[in-house]
T-cell receptor
């Protein structure tokens, strides 16, 4: 068990409200990732981080921001949630640098 | 832009039969991953394939990589019900140098029936 948790695990929110999802790891891995999973799309990378305060955009970053002020926490923020952001969000850590990603349990987010 | 295509997307098999899932990708990459996902669960790493000709086996599953053909296969031997799940391949997207930017296929939903 690579020691990765996500919170909350489930959330229902209204359109236009801000939402922050948290990914927490206990083993000091440098690389962390946020993905979203939607039916028919597989997983798509939103943002990733390669160190404290070092982040970059992925494939579907519009409408999302991230922060990493500590090695162990990677936060994903939806500034103003929209129904199209209803999804399951997975955090992952790179077990061997940027390689061999290990996925967290996921957060199911519903935007009404 | 890297694209990853899996086929078939749905696969219904009988127990005891063999089958292969295919993963094609559009640009050069030498690192390919296979994951398994059970309904409502997270992704579990199955194989990491790092070089042309790489072959890895675990139980009834065997994965191979042909970087020249940009093709990976996941072969299932004598399927059992416990293998029912969705299988994803993922390729390192190499956006500006590898940072682990994985591009996933859409997944193959495998159902093994008695």
């Amino acid at each position: 068990d690579a020691g990765i948790t996500q919170s909350p695990r489930h959330k229902v929110t209204e359109t236009g409200t801000p939402v922050t999802l948290r990914c927490h790891q206990t083993e000091n891995h440098r690389y962390m990732y946020w993905y979203r999973q939607d039916p028919g799309h597989g997983l798509r990378l939103i943002h990733y981080s390669y160190g404290v305060k070092d982040t970059d955009k992925g494939e579907v970053s519009d409408g999302y921001s991230v922060s990493r002020s500590k090695t162990e926490d990677f936060l994903l923020t939806l500034e103003s949630a929209t129904s199209s952001q209803t999804s399951v969000y997975f955090c992952a850590i790179g077990l061997a640098g940027p390689y061999e990603q290990y996925f967290g349990p996921g957060t199911r987010l519903t935007v009404t | 832009e890297l694209k990853v295509e899996q086929n078939p997307l749905f696969l219904s098999m009988q127990e005891g039969k063999n089958y292969t899932i295919y993963c094609n990708y559009s640009t050069t990459s030498d690192r390919l991953y296979w994951y398994r996902q059970d309904p409502g669960k997270s992704l579990e790493s199955l194989f990491v394939l790092l070089s042309n000709g790489a072959v890895k086996q675990e139980g009834r599953l065997m994965a191979s990589l042909d970087t020249k053909a940009r093709l990976s296969t996941l072969h299932i031997t004598a399927a059992v019900h416990d293998l029912s799940a969705t299988y994803f391949c993922a390729v390192d997207g190499n956006y500006g140098g590898s940072q682990g930017n994985l591009i996933f296929g859409k997944g193959t939903k495998l159902s093994v029936k008695p």
